[in-house]
């Protein structure tokens, strides 16, 4: 089968497109035919080396994917060939809080990923996806879509009415106002770009401003907020932000946010480490929560609710898996809109 390596090294001009052999199924696995995959800014990193420069090459890189069970092991019983499904970011987390050291769990990290025709995974680590979906739609959901779920839903849900901040166009920015429109949220997004800024107002953005003619924006998003629409707004601010930044953004974050709102980190676009002022944390009574993407049962409520609601993630470019190098520039430059999709 065809698949794609992290071969000799890290860096991109080290992917290679290679002959591997077929995986077999075991008791409790199905293989799958896999018909897409999906990039997210960490695949970008693990390929780079800055992930973990410790992991063992070679490697078959990518977390995300979807396709078709072509066969199942003895004693799989939820799973029939046939099925389409995409996999679970994290083969070990079923349910309940994170687990210690599931992260060694995570498919193009530790574990190979699903840059491959074939692929070979536990019962659990599959999941069917919503029926009006496309395999490409499909493969964005396991990593992006599931960490902006659970950032809005599942450890301290929004409201209608309420206001979401969302940084930037990418995977994780784009679901998470898809899915605080489908809630009734207002939602104001930063960007760099006007472009990008014109086409998120066809997904329902309220507001935008442009970071780089407006670098002090954790203010006026805090203005606009308050000003509110129709009964009102959030006052003092917004009521949860999507912080993808990382150190970079957290302060004009800290501006944005409303006293007890919550921010939730998810990225590291700008900086892991750097100088941050902690005292609107404390004086704000700001909660900071980390999200790791998140478990096979939050994967489940999240399907149910875009199978409810009919939403269609954003497919923004679409390449075959030998120009897997082209896709993962394009996400370096951040020169995309929503998901880049890799198809096998």
Known sequence: ????????????????????????????????????????????RTVQ???????????????????????????VKSVRVGDRVAATFF?????GPLPEGVNASALGGDLNGMLAEFVVLDEAGVIPFPTHLSHEEAACL??????????????RAIRPGQTVLVQGTGGVSVFATQFAKMAGARVVMVSGSDDKIARAKTLGVDHSINYRTTAKWGTE???WAESGTGAGG?????????????????????????????????????GIAGEVAIGPI?????????????????????????????????????????????????MAGGGHFGKIVVRV
């Open 49 to 75: 080396g800055t992930y973990n420069p410790r992991m063992a090459l070679p490697k078959v890189p990518l977390s995300d994917g979807a396709g078709d069970v072509v066969e199942v092991g003895p004693e």
């Open 221 to 223: 998003v805090r203005k």
């Open 282 to 330: 404390l004086h704000k009574a700001v909660t900071i929560q980390g999200i790791f993407v998140g478990s096979r049962a939050m994967f489940t409520r999240m399907n149910a609710a875009i199978s409810q609601h009919q939403l269609r993630p954003v497919v923004g470019m679409t390449y075959p898996m030998e120009q897997i190098r082209t896709a993962l520039e394009l």
């Open 234 to 270: 959030s006052v003092g601010g917004v009521d949860h932000v999507i912080e993808v930044g990382g150190t970079g953004t957290l302060g004009e974050s800290l501006k944005a946010i409303r006293a007890g709102g919550v921010i939730s980190m998810i990225g590291v676009l700008d």
């Open 142 to 155: 396991p990593c992006a879509a599931l960490t902006a779920w659970c950032a809005l839903f599942e450890y």
């Open 91 to 95: 083969q070990q987390w079923s349910d």
């Open 1 to 44: 089968m065809r698949a794609v390596e992290i071969r000799s090294g890290f860096g991109l001009e080290n992917l290679v497109l290679v002959d591997r052999a077929e995986p077999t199924v075991g008791p409790g696995q199905v293989k799958v035919r896999v018909r897409a995959t999906s990039l997210n800014y960490r695949d970008y």
